[in-house]
C-alpha cells in the first residue's frame, strides 16, 4: 500500500488516541531500523522521541525478533495460571536489576495495568483506600489511573473515589520551583488533613515524563521515602517512562538510592518489542499474599512472548553496555540542551537527564510567558512540529515544549544531526519573542 492508502484506511476504520480524528494527520511507516524509521515511498525520520519514549533499544535489533520468533514457535501462550521459562527467567533477571529487596513481580500488559494493579496491592496490603498522586502526571489512561493522572487527560471523566492530587515542586515555567523542603511540608499537610490512616499509597513518576521532564530536587525523594514510612503510607513509583536505562540507570529511583515498596515497568522492559508491563514488590509486600489471595488477574500475565522480548531486550543492554552508553550520551545531549538555551531568545528552560530530555519555549524571557498556553497550542508551536516533520525529525511537540528522548544506542553524531535540526527550526520561534 502507498503512505496516502494507509492513512486514508485506517482513519476510516480505527480511532486515534487523544485526539479530534479530523485533526489527525499520522506518518504513515513501513519499516524501522537503529535510530531511524520510513514511509513507504522511502521518506526517513530521525526518531528523536523513542516513539513513546519506549524503543530504548532502537529499532528492528535483530537479537530480540529471533528470540520472539524462537518462542512463538516453541510455545506462544499457556494460561496464566501455569509456570513458563521465560516468565521463570524473566522474574528472577528483574529481582537482580531491581533496587532492595523489590524480587516479586506481577506481569500485565503495560504500564496503565500495571499501575492500576499497585493500587489494588497497596489496598490490599494497608486496608486502606486512599492513594495520593501529583498533578503533572501520567499514570495511563484506564479506569483508576486515569483518575490519578493530574494532567488534563483526566477531565473526561470523574476520578474514582479515594484519589486525593498534590502539587508538584514545579509551578511552570513562569513561577519555576519550590525547595525540596518546602514542597515536602506542603505534602506533609496534606497527609495529616487527609488522615494519615486513609491513604493506602503514594504514587509518583520518578521524573515526571509527558508533563515536563521534571527532575525532583535533590532530597525529594528521599522525603517522600521518610514521610511514606512515617504514617505507614506504600510509596509506589511509576517507573513506566524512566525505567531500563532512560536517564542513565536501570531505574530513576537509583539517582537518589530510594528504594520505593512498588515499582511499576513498562515501555523499556521490551523496547516496545512485545507488550508488557510489570509490577515490582518488595518481599515484605508479597509474604502479604501468602495466604491471601492476590486481588487482580489478566488473561495475558505473563505471556510467554512478551517475557521472552524482555529477557531478550535485557540481554541486549547489558551486552551492550547501553545503560553506561545513555549516561555518557546524556552528557553529551545536555550540553547540546545548553546551547539552545544560551543562543535561542524563545528557550526558556532545558532539562535533561540521560536521555530524558525537554525545551520549554517562551515568549518573553522575563515575564517567562509560555509559547502555548497550558493544555493549548499556538501558530509557533504549531508551525514548529511542522517544521519538524517536514525536516525528518520525529518528536512529541506537546504544550509550549517539545521532546529529546532518542533511542538509548544513538551515536553522537547523529545526536548532532537531531539537534542541527531543531537550532534551524528554533530561528523561527526566535522571531515570536517579545
Known amino acids: 500500500m502507498t503512505g496516502d492508502e494507509i492513512v486514508a484506511l485506517s482513519k476510516k476504520h480505527t480511532i486515534y488516541e487523544w485526539s479530534a480524528q479530523d485533526a489527525v494527520d499520522p506518518l504513515p511507516v513501513s519499516g524501522a531500523k537503529g535510530v531511524h524509521f520510513w514511509t513507504p515511498e522511502g521518506k526517513r525520520f530521525l526518531d528523536f522521541n523513542s516513539q513513546l519514549m519506549c524503543v530504548n533499544i ?19 501462550y499457556v494460561s496464566p495460571f501455569m509456570a513458563t521459562e521465560p ?6 533477571k528483574l529481582a537482580e536489576l531491581c533496587p532492595g529487596d523489590i524480587d516479586v513481580f506481577f506481569f500485565t500488559n503495560g504500564g496503565a495495568e500495571a499501575n492500576e494493579n499497585a493500587f489494588k496491592i497497596a489496598r490490599a496490603v494497608t486496608g486502606r483506600q486512599k492513594i495520593l498522586a501529583r498533578y503533572r502526571s501520567y499514570h495511563g489512561a484506564t479506569g483508576g489511573v486515569i483518575g490519578a493522572t493530574g494532567d488534563p487527560r483526566r477531565w473526561s471523566q470523574p476520578s474514582m473515589p479515594g484519589i486525593v492530587h498534590v502539587l508538584d515542586p514545579y509551578h511552570g515555567i513562569a513561577q519555576g520551583w519550590d525547595t525540596a523542603e518546602a514542597s515536602l511540608r506542603y505534602i506533609e499537610e496534606v497527609v495529616q488533613l487527609e488522615g494519615p490512616g486513609t491513604i493506602a499509597a503514594f504514587v509518583l513518576e520518578t521524573v515526571t515524563g509527558t508533563n515536563g521532564i521534571l527532575i525532583p530536587p535533590d532530597g525529594y525523594l528521599q522525603g ?7 504514617y505507614g503510607i506504600l510509596m509506589i513509583a511509576d517507573e513506566v517512562m524512566t525505567g531500563f536505562g532512560r536517564t542513565g540507570e536501570w531505574f530513576a529511583v537509583n539517582h537518589w538510592n530510594v528504594v520505593p515498596d512498588i515499582m511499576t515497568m513498562a515501555k523499556g522492559l521490551t523496547s516496545a518489542y512485545g507488550q508488557l508491563g510489570a509490577v515490582g514488590i518488595r518481599r515484605t509486600i508479597a509474604e502479604h499474599f501468602k495466604n491471601t489471595p492476590f486481588p487482580g488477574g489478566l488473561t495475558y500475565n505473563s505471556h510467554p512472548v512478551a517475557c521472552a522480548s524482555a529477557l531478550a531486550t535485557i540481554a541486549v543492554m547489558e551486552e551492550d553496555a547501553i545503560v553506561e552508553k545513555a549516561k555518557r550520551t546524556g552528557d553529551v545531549m545536555a550540553s547540546l540542551l545548553a546551547d539552545l538555551a544560551a543562543r535561542h531568545l524563545s528557550v526558556g528552560a532545558v ?3 540521560g536521555l530524558f530530555g525537554i525545551v520549554e519555549l517562551v515568549r518573553n524571557r522575563q515575564t517567562r510567558e509560555p509559547m502555548a498556553p497550558f493544555n493549548g497550542s499556538s501558530p509557533e508551536m504549531a508551525a514548529l512540529g511542522r517544521f519538524f516533520r517536514q525536516e525528518g525529525l520525529y518528536t512529541l511537540v506537546r504544550w509550549n515544549y517539545f521532546f529529546t528522548n532518542p ?28
Open 351 to 353: 532539562r535533561s537527564i
Open 87 to 92: 516468565r521463570a527467567r524473566l522474574g528472577a
Open 58 to 76: 532502537g529499532h528492528g535489533d535483530l537479537r530480540v525478533i529471533r528470540a520472539i520468533q524462537e518462542q512463538v514457535e516453541a510455545l506462544a
Open 407 to 434: 533511542p538509548l544506542t544513538i551515536t553522537e553524531d547523529e545526536l548532532r544531526e537531531g539537534f542541527a535540526i531543531i537550532d534551524k527550526g528554533l530561528a523561527t520561534t526566535d522571531t515570536a519573542v517579545v
Open 224 to 230: 517522600i521515602r521518610a514521610l511514606c514510612d512515617k
